[in-house]
């Protein structure tokens, strides 16, 4: 930067001899391309330049001029787009370049050059407090414990449940239905189809050896603290027939009402079986 500089100014000094002599802008022009080559002011400054000294000023610099720098990307800027964006993370580039009076794309660059990028919010079931994520943590630590203390006897032990809805006919995806195309096959097509209007509620249990229990829901029934105490007994039954060397079996399922029904609770203590504590 200081040698394009330098020799800027010695270029102004050839300029202001030159001048002098009487010789035109464009000749003028045509000698510093062949000395200096790319780094040649352009014809538009010299013969801003040529006018200027034949005007009789002998000044070679440049006069400050108002307007925004060269470069907008100055540690202030950058300052102030790094406290807008904190402050509201939902600001648009056009928003930041309005507030601090540069062009959109400028702005663009420098949130980029910040390391910022604009995502979109993921979807969650819900919004945890600060209660329950502490509860979350506790509950994650303890069962690591367990898992570093008893090891493989522990994991053995527990039967997950869970329930969701299967629809008679689930179309393929994209990427099941991907398949080879050679330069001269014609493309392949695939129509739009949504899933059946039909749906079942199953119920599945299983472990770490394999599947114990799968339930269809009846069709016009609801999964209830009643009906999920029936699919319990359905489920001890499977245990005694397939798992009967099991002992202290730990029953892990979520917190949906109808698992955490005291009628519920109740049934699972009568039978002897722990509950792996869920977190939220």
Same mark, same amino acid.
């Given at each position: 930067?200081?040698a394009?500089?330098d ?28 000395i200096?080559g790319e ?5 538009p ?5 040529v ?6 000023n002998t000044?070679?610099?440049?006069k ?6 060269l @470069? #907008?990307a100055? +540690?202030?800027?950058? $300052?102030s787009?790094d406290?807008?964006?904190?402050k509201d993370?939902?600001i ?7 507030s ?11 949130v980029?050059e910040?390391?910022y990028s604009?995502v979109?919010a993921r979807w969650?079931p819900?919004?945890l407090?600060?209660?329950l994520?502490?509860k979350r943590?506790?509950v994650?630590?303890?069962?690591l414990q367990?898992y570093?203390t008893?090891g493989?006897v522990f ?14 006919y689930?179309?393929?995806?994209k990427?099941q239905?991907m398949q080879?195309?050679?330069l001269?096959?014609p493309s392949?097509?695939k129509f739009?189809v949504?899933? @059946? #209007?039909?749906? +079942?509620?199953?119920? $599945?249990f299983?472990?770490t050896?394999?599947v114990l229990?799968?339930?269809?829901l009846p069709?016009?029934?609801?999964i ?7 699919t319990?007994r ?11 060397d ?9 917190n ?5 029904a005291?009628?519920?609770?109740v ?5 002897g079986?722990?509950v792996?504590?869920?977190p939220?």
């Amino acid at each position: 930067m200081a040698a394009h500089s330098d020799s800027v100014f010695r270029q102004k000094a050839v300029i202001e001899f030159v001048t002098k002599e009487g010789v035109s802008a464009k000749k003028i022009n045509d000698r510093l391309k062949v000395i200096y080559g790319e780094h040649c002011l352009s014809y538009p400054s010299v013969k801003r330049w040529v006018v200027h000294f034949k005007n009789g000023n002998t000044d070679i610099t440049d006069k400050p001029r108002s307007g925004r720098p060269l @470069s #907008a990307a100055t +540690a202030e800027n950058k $300052a102030s787009f790094d406290e807008l964006i904190r402050k509201d993370r939902r600001i648009s580039c056009r928003i930041i370049a309005g507030s601090v009076g540069i062009s959109v794309g400028t702005a663009q660059t420098i949130v980029a050059e910040l390391g910022y990028s604009k995502v979109c919010a993921r979807w969650v079931p819900r919004q945890l407090t600060d209660e329950l994520k502490l509860k979350r943590l506790n509950v994650c630590t303890e069962l690591l414990q367990r898992y570093a203390t008893e090891g493989d006897v522990f994991m053995n032990s527990i039967i997950t449940g869970d329930e969701s809805w299967a629809h008679h006919y689930e179309p393929e995806t994209k990427r099941q239905s991907m398949q080879w195309h050679h330069l001269g096959s014609p493309s392949p097509k695939k129509f739009k189809v949504t899933p @059946s #209007a039909g749906k +079942a509620m199953i119920t $599945a249990f299983w472990d770490t050896h394999g599947v114990l229990l799968v339930e269809f829901l009846p069709k016009g029934e609801t999964i209830n603290s009643e009906r999920y105490q029936e699919t319990l007994r359905k489920l001890a039954a499977a245990i005694r027939r397939k798992r009967p060397d099991l002992k202290n079996m730990i029953l892990h399922h979520d917190n949906a009402r109808p698992h955490m029904a005291h009628a519920t609770i109740v049934n699972i203590a009568t039978r002897g079986w722990a509950v792996l504590p869920h977190p939220p």
